[in-house]
């Protein structure tokens, strides 16, 4: 029946996706919301922590989809300002890192903001503090995170992750 309604390459494909681990429509989603470590500024984008953080957790049998909604150089207000695009109906819980731009900029801390809008909609919230990426092996710039770092950043994030969604 499936090569006749999708055709034999589609009926593959289709096989191929589900033995790869693709996420199913009840994933639990997690939003990974910040600035410049969480996009990833200076890797590949599977280099970023978001992405590896998912490899780790469907590694463990967990069925997750982390969104990586990263902005290089953005501030807590313009966090605030797209929230309700980046962190759709149904997601269980944002890994909130506010960054350093608010200072570098002279912009408002809106964390506490962000963090009451999330909470309201019933979705846990996982800080990552900028003090967490100390001692993690950084790119020259001393700012910005190596794959090695997000890497080893991820592996820590990982239980409280699986933690906060219950699994």
Sequence with gaps: MCALRFGLIGCFAFLAALS????SADA??????????????????NQAYPAQL????????????IVNAGINGDTTEGMLQRLDLAVPNGT?????????NDRRKGSPDRTADIQSRLSARGITVIMLPNGML?????QPDGVHLTPEGYHML?????SQVSGAIGR
């Excluded at 639990?28 to 984008?45: E, M």
């Excluded at 991820?154 to 990982?158: C, I």
């Design 154 to 158: 991820a592996e820590q994030l990982a």
């Design 20 to 23: 790869l681990g693709v996420a």
């Design 28 to 45: 639990a989603t997690i939003v990974a919301l910040g600035a410049s470590n969480t996009y990833g500024k200076g890797v590949a984008r």
């Design 92 to 100: 269980r819980a944002v890994i909130l890192q506010p960054g350093g």
């Design 54 to 65: 998912e490899a780790i957790l469907r590694a463990k049998g967990l069925n997750v989809r």
């Design 134 to 138: 100390g001692g993690l092996p950084h």
